[in-house]
């Protein structure tokens, strides 16, 4: 059992920057790929990054983008500290949503929230137009 909650939103203007966390609980945040997800107001959730666990020694990640955050955000994890995070960089108004971090033992990194066993409530990011 994984339990997570996002915390970093808030209204930022154009431009600007949020560092979003997921922190979980649970020992074993380190055997689940993390996925980050938006919903805007009147929109079907999607995909925005994931990250996967490492599958050996060391620390190796990989990470996958949906094409429009490609540059501007990053996703990362620090499993000592049981949490992942996604920075987002020159943020637009088409960002604004309410954003999601999930969890799955799925390391191909899915886009398809339905692959995700595990959410958090979710965290609101604003940025005006």
């Known amino acids: 059992q994984v339990q997570l909650v996002e915390s970093g939103g808030g209204l930022v203007q154009a431009g600007g920057s949020l560092r979003l966390s997921c922190a979980a609980s649970g020992r074993t945040f380190s055997s689940y790929a993390v996925g980050w997800f938006r919903q805007a107001p009147g929109k079907e959730r999607e995909f925005v990054a994931a990250?996967?666990?490492?599958?050996?020694?060391?620390?190796?990640?990989?990470?996958y983008y949906t094409d429009s955050v490609k540059g501007r955000f990053t996703i990362s994890r620090d499993n000592a500290k049981n949490t992942a995070y996604l920075q987002m960089n020159s943020l637009k108004p088409e960002d604004t949503a309410v954003y999601y971090c999930?969890?799955?033992?799925?390391?191909?990194?899915?886009?398809?929230?339905?692959?995700?066993?595990?959410w958090g409530q979710g965290t609101q990011v604003t940025v005006p137009s």
């Open positions: 999930a969890a799955t033992r799925d390391n191909g990194l899915p886009k398809y929230a339905s692959l995700y066993d595990y």
């Open positions: 990250i996967s666990w490492s599958g050996g020694s060391g620390t190796y990640y990989r990470t």
